[in-house]
């Protein structure tokens, strides 16, 4: 990616947040958060519904204001960048791709180029080849002509990721990209973000996800940070029940060694045939019953 002499990367880190603040509708919803972003990792941002993981993303982007605080990217404070060169330096795929307009997946795809194009807004062959490639490299290259309102909600995302890639910026911000997909676009999308050539700043809510591919993790709760590092350092069980308030084994992936979390349900559960709760190899006594009775009419 050919990068003008404005976006090379600083010494600093990508992105720099420093003691941002906002409050809306009287309550104070980001309170002096602070991190570092550096050049080229995959930043993950978890915590519970409400911690305020969309608020610090969309300040980031510049969608939401903020009344204390700074965010630098590559040194440069996001409130004083144009609009164009903000587009150049950011680009982001927010939690709500609902679209107001009837466009092609193709003409979504294509805004991405709008901050590169040259003069009078003409387009160039170099940002078609751009496009071909991010539509080929969310696999939806054959809906290319679809109106973007008549897919599916993880067709939508996917649509919106290939338009942020497009914009070939080095700083890219997911909110929940993964929250529409299924296990195989699960893996596949994160595939990409990993192979992002730039950094990339992600609001994941699956832990196991977060923990597989992100390099560091910012938790937030109550608009706070409440600790930075890497998943092993973050995702511990003590956090998780504080933070989450849940138990957990954690365990390492039998693969990947990351530590992967298997949530211990507080509520009776069902027990699994062959295996019961207690750790037996039978049942437990209600549920056999139930498994030998008469199968009932077919569900319809
Ligand atoms: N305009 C607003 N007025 C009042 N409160 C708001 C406003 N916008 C957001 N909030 C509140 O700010 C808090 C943080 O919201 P935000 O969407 O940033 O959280 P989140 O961590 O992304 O949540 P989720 O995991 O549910 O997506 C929530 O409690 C939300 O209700």
Do not use: W
Not at 25 to 33: E, F, H, K, N
Not at 70 to 85: I, N, S
């Amino acid at each position: 990616m050919a990068r003008t002499a404005a976006e090379q990367p600083s010494a600093g880190p990508a992105l720099g947040i420093s003691g941002l603040r906002v409050t809306k509708g009287g309550r104070r919803i980001l309170d002096g958060v602070t991190f570092d972003v550096p050049h080229g990792s995959v930043v993950g941002v978890i915590g519970p519904n409400g911690a305020g993981k969309s608020t610090l993303l969309s300040c980031v982007y510049r969608h939401t204001s903020y009344e204390q605080g700074v965010v630098r990217v590559d040194g440069r404070d996001v409130r004083t960048l144009p609009r164009r060169e903000l587009a150049r330096l950011i680009a982001a795929v927010p939690q709500d791709t609902a679209v107001v307009f009837d466009l092609t997946v193709e003409e979504i795809v294509t805004a991405g180029r709008i901050p590169h194009a040259g003069p009078l807004g003409r387009s160039r062959e170099s940002d078609r080849e751009v496009i071909d490639r991010c539509l080929r490299r969310v696999d939806l290259e054959h809906h290319r002509h679809r109106s973007v309102a008549t897919l599916s909600g993880g067709e939508r995302q996917r649509a919106f990721l290939a338009r942020a890639l497009a914009q070939e910026a080095p700083l890219l911000i997911l909110d929940e990209p993964t929250n529409h997909l299924d296990l195989a676009n699960q893996e596949q999308l994160l595939g990409h973000v990993r192979d992002h050539r730039g950094t990339v700043l992600i609001a994941v809510h699956d832990l196991n996800l977060a923990a597989e591919h992100c390099d560091l993790l910012v938790v937030l709760a109550g608009g706070r940070t409440v600790r930075t590092g890497t998943p092993d350092e973050v995702l511990t069980p003590d956090l998780l029940t504080e933070v989450f308030g849940v138990d957990a084994h954690v365990v390492p992936h039998p693969d990947s060694g990351h530590p992967h979390m298997i949530i211990r349900s507080r509520a009776p559960g069902r027990a699994r045939a062959g295996g019961g709760r207690d750790g037996s190899d039978s049942p437990a006594g209600g549920e056999a019953e139930r498994l030998d009775r008469p199968a009932g009419p077919a569900l319809r």
